[in-house]
């Protein structure tokens, strides 16, 4: 399995960046290589959600179930997709009432070798696309 990890600080409130990563149908608006973003399913303790992603060419999509702990941590695991085993946590922890830490933590495993290589590959350059997508968008 593979592992990836990062964290970085916001200068935004809390609720405003718990708010903005739980946003999913507002993914496809900002967020490089994501062509379409909807929530299937709201239940009580989770959202059913689908994305779909064009990585250079490579077009998927994939289905997590997310578990919403409110200005504590996003928990999505896998459903249906490329992906073998697929788990990723969002966490967040308020700083001051202006700044917020985020760390985020994926654990993966492609279905398709090629499409791992050109992930593992890409995955610092993709992940920098992405954490100054949602930088810009707050």
């Known amino acids: 399995m593979n ?11 809390i609720n405003e960046v718990f708010c903005l990563l739980s946003d999913i149908d507002q993914y ?18 989770y959202i059913i959600a689908k994305l779909t992603i064009d990585f250079f060419g ?3 999509s994939f289905i997590t ?23 990723a946590v969002w ?12 760390g985020f933590k994926m654990e993966y495993e492609l279905n398709n070798p090629l499409l791992e290589f050109a992930f593992k590959k890409n995955l610092n350059s993709v992940s920098n696309l992405i954490v100054n997508a949602f930088k810009e968008k707050l």
């Open 28 to 45: 496809q608006n900002f967020l490089p290589f994501c062509k379409s973003s909807e929530i299937i399913e709201i239940k009580k303790d």
């Open 65 to 87: 179930k997310n578990i919403n702990k409110k200005n504590e941590a996003i928990i999505m695991n896998m459903q249906d997709g490329p992906f073998k085993n697929f788990l």
């Open 3 to 13: 592992h990836f990890e990062r964290s970085f600080t916001i200068k935004k409130p």
């Open 91 to 102: 966490r967040f922890e308020s700083i001051t009432d202006q700044s917020t830490q985020l």
């Open 58 to 60: 490579i077009k998927n």
